[in-house]
């Protein structure tokens, strides 16, 4: 037989199909498998969480308590103190027997957080931005609302979830790991979110409870809304806070179907 | 925010990779088909025996060699294949065209010859022990060109 040059007509040893479609496909598959998984994992985390006796958290929160500094004396001392006062006024309310116990930490951030073991750090920035007790109550009693909820625990369960997945997944390739990222983001700052509005609802209960009116509770918001309004469009979905107005929104219509009222607000002692 | 910045660190390289990639891709192939069909009279075999008939005057050694490198996007879309397993199309055309260029830029070196016998290709991955070093690719083209009188 004579040797006859050609080239094959087309080669079937490349895909023909065009490459975005592999890729999307998968994508959004493992996507949507990872959130289900994730969430699901999140149910049992709460699950957990909810059932847990105060001995068992009293012993986990020995292992994962931050120990609080020492109380600061003078001037500052007595600023924490009256904020301790402000704090301890509040706890019968929110139905919380743990410790609590305030610090002030030197930051022009309008923030405060709790960490495990009942530590609430108010951020004196905090303190500017609120202009009565019931405003600076009210910042409070959120973060009285996020210990009595365990909010700390789930976050933490829900850490050690992500962590696991992430080293589960990462054994056989780290690249996916990546490649899936910013949809973990998004499931941890949509609960987040949740978790910020519960806390929220119960704040608001709690300076109902304190005061009998709900005067006072958006002061807060409020200041920061300005801040707020220059954000990205769009921003809101990857926020693990909700954005300030649709919180006012919430605190108001949360404060009508309860039937609270305002009335005034006691000054503030910085 | 964070997740804009982390959606922008994590989409760049893949659509960068995408683009780029794509472009430099049709580039090559247009440039393989058009001296593939050039160099047709250059047979090349894979046996021992020459198939074209005439006195061999001279034969030597050839080679020809391509470094490939995978780019963001396609490595993205074999980490996500990789995972539920399957035939992995990102990477099929990136061997396909190291394959071609390395026996073309074999065919190149020697285009006196009369023939091609005993054709080999060797593929050797490069940094594949880097941590999240991007792969690359070495395919190595050699045989044995037959110069007739």
């Known amino acids: 037989m004579k040797y006859a040059p050609s080239l094959p007509p087309d080669n079937d040893n490349v895909t023909r199909e065009h490459p975005l479609k592999d890729f999307l496909l998968l994508l959004s598959g493992l996507a949507a498998l990872a959130l289900l998984v994730f969430f699901l994992l999140g149910l049992l985390v709460d699950a957990v969480v909810d059932r847990m006796g105060p001995e068992t958290e009293a012993s986990l929160t020995r292992i994962i308590a931050a120990r609080a500094e020492s109380p600061p004396s003078g001037k500052e001392g007595e600023r924490v103190a009256r904020l301790q006062q402000l704090v301890d006024s509040l706890r019968s309310c929110a139905g919380f027997t743990g410790p609590a116990t305030v610090r002030l930490t030197d930051s022009a951030v309008p923030n405060a957080m709790v960490v495990p073991g009942g530590t609430i750090y108010v951020f004196s920035g905090l303190l500017t931005h609120v202009q009565s007790e019931n405003g600076l109550a009210f910042v409070l009693a959120h973060e009285l609302a996020h210990l009595a909820h365990r909010d700390h625990l789930r976050a933490l369960g829900r850490g050690v979830v992500l962590y696991g997945l992430a080293a589960l997944i990462g054994s056989d390739g780290s690249a996916l790991a990546g490649v899936l990222a910013p949809v973990q983001q998004l499931g941890t700052t949509s609960y987040s979110r949740a978790r910020e509005s519960a806390a929220d609802a119960l704040a608001l209960q709690v300076l109902a409870c304190r005061y009998g009116h709900v005067g006072g509770a958006t002061e807060f918001f409020e200041a920061l809304r300005a801040r707020d309004e220059d954000a990205l469009p769009g921003s809101h979905y990857f926020m693990s806070h909700p954005v300030m107005g649709a919180r006012i929104d919430a605190i108001h219509v949360a404060a009508r179907k309860a039937g609270y009222t305002t009335g005034a607000v006691l000054a503030l002692t910085r | ?149």
């Not at chain 2, 794509?22 to 088909?33: D, L, N, P, T, V």
């Open chain 2, 1 to 149: 925010m964070e997740l804009y910045v982390l959606l922008l660190f994590w989409g760049m390289p893949i659509v960068l990779g995408f683009v780029f990639g794509q472009i430099a891709e049709k580039r090559h192939y247009r440039s393989i088909h058009a001296r593939e069909k050039a160099l047709l009279h250059l047979p090349t075999t894979s046996g021992k025996l020459p198939i074209m008939g005439g006195a061999p005057v001279r034969c030597e050694l050839v080679t020809g060699s391509v470094v490939v490198s995978v780019d963001h996007f396609k490595r993205a879309a074999a980490a996500l294949r990789a995972f539920v397993g399957g035939q992995v199309k990102s990477y099929e055309s990136l061997l396909d065209r190291a394959k071609r260029e390395a026996v073309l830029r074999l065919k190149e070196s020697c285009s006196g010859a009369h023939e091609i016998v005993n054709l080999r290709l060797e593929t050797v991955p490069l940094s594949k022990s880097t941590q999240g070093g991007i792969g690359a690719v070495e395919v190595l083209a050699f045989g044995t060109a037959i110069y007739v009188a």
